[in-house]
Structure formats: C-alpha cells, structure tokens
T-cell receptor, first 113, second 110 residues
Framework: DAGVIQSPRHEVTEMGQEVTLRCKPISGHDYLFWYRQTMMRGLELLIYFNNNVPIDDSGMPEDRFSAKMPNASFSTLKIQPSEPRDSAVYFC???????????FGSGTRLTVV | QKEVEQNSGPLSVPEGAIASLNCTYSDRGSQSFFWYRQYSGKSPELIMFIYSNGDKEDGRFTAQLNKASQYVSLLIRDSQPSDSATYLCAVKGTGNQFYFGTGTSLTVIP
C-alpha cells in the first residue's frame, strides 16, 4: 500500500489566492482527518469525515476554509482567500474504524506570502 | 483547558537510560490513547496505543494508562540516539475527535 498520499508537498502562494490541498486515503479506511500543525499551536484538528460524510468541522478556523470528500478515494481542503497566518503544515490522516490510531500522510507545507 | 497536555520539554537523557514521557487529558470518557513519534520535518508515526488501565509493552516501549487519574505515559528503555524526536500524545474523545498534545521533545545524548 502506498500509504496516505497528499499533494502538493509544498505550496507557496500569494495572499488572496485560492489554495487546494489534496488527500488520497489508504484503501478501505473509513475515517479521514485534516490537521494543521504550527510551532505555536501544535497539531490542530480541522475537520474529520466518516464514510465520506463530514462529522465535525468545529476546528475549521473560519469560512475561508472548506473541505470535501466526494468519494472514498479523495478529499480536498480549500482555503479561499488565503492569508499569511494560514502558513502551516497541513496533514491528512486516515484509519479504519473509530477505535484505532490513524496513519498520516507526508503533509503539505503551505506558505502564504 | 486543553484536552491533552504534555510537558513540552526538551527532555534530555543519556544513551541507554530510560526516558519517561507524560500526558494528561481532560475528557474522562476517553477510551483510546496513542503515542506518536515525529521526527523533524516528517509526519507523525504511530508507535503505541493503549485502551485498558495498566501497562502495555512493545519492545523497548511501555505505555501506561491510569484512567482514574486521567494520565498516560510512555517509557522508552535503553534509549538510543535514533529515539530523538518529538513524542505526541493523542486521545480519542467521546465524540470520536482525535486530540493531540503539543508534544515533548526528546534528545538522547550519545
């Protein structure tokens, strides 16, 4: 298995631009989480899906952030418009069932200038 | 109050010693507890999970859970320089949310 695949690995964009981060979960995993990691705040849960349905998006910082999971093989996290304070590493993590730990992707390092 | 709290460290131990990492959590209904290791610039990697009170051993790693005290710890025996990393405690809350502590930085000195 190729693991959780995230793209792009690095993204540099200008303030105000739209950014789309992508995640392909491990086949058969029914839970998908989006996290953001910064030095100041650590790992923050943004949103998670179960069987492609968003369950809890209370961690999404504001309306500029949106996430979708149109099918079991793909999820996106979109930021529009982006701001410098959105600069962080964004991780996607997936797992099978609600009782086990999750596997992380390699992350997307986002820099908004 | 943060859901999961860890001492940020840094924690330094000599090679071959026991490293002890601690974590407390606020959701008394939490059922699952995890330790992740994160090397600088890499993604978190699951190394241990525990569900029941007591100890769980896996090689050089031992996870300890005390639900009454809302406390979970990770012991690393015979610490190696390759164990130098940030260790993240994670707790699955009653609503299936997966909360992480801010991590403890461990340095093993050769």
């Amino acid at each position: 298995d190729a693991g959780v695949i995230q793209s792009p690995r690095h993204e540099v964009t200008e303030m105000g631009q739209e950014v789309t981060l992508r995640c392909k979960p491990i086949s058969g995993h029914d839970y998908l989480f989006w996290y953001r990691q910064t030095m100041m705040r650590g790992l923050e849960l943004l949103i998670y899906f179960n069987n492609n349905v968003p369950i809890d998006d209370s961690g999404m910082p504001e309306d500029r952030f949106s996430a979708k999971m149109p099918n079991a093989s793909f999820s996106t996290l979109k930021i529009q418009p982006s701001e410098p304070r959105d600069s962080a590493v964004y991780f996607c993590a997936t797992g099978r069932g609600s009782f086990y730990g999750y596997t992380f992707g390699s992350g997307t390092r986002l820099t908004v200038v | 109050q943060k859901e999961v709290e860890q001492n940020s460290g840094p924690l330094s131990v000599p090679e071959g010693a026991i490293a002890s990492l601690n974590c407390t959590y606020s959701d008394r209904g939490s059922q699952s507890f995890f330790w992740y290791r994160q090397y600088s610039g890499k993604s978190p990697e699951l190394i241990m999970f525990i569900y029941s009170n007591g100890d769980k051993e896996d090689g050089r790693f031992t996870a300890q859970l005390n639900k009454a005290s809302q406390y979970v710890s990770l012991l690393i025996r015979d610490s190696q320089p390759s164990d130098s990393a940030t260790y993240l405690c994670a707790v699955k809350g009653t609503g299936n949310q997966f909360y992480f502590g801010t991590g403890t930085s461990l340095t093993v000195i050769p």
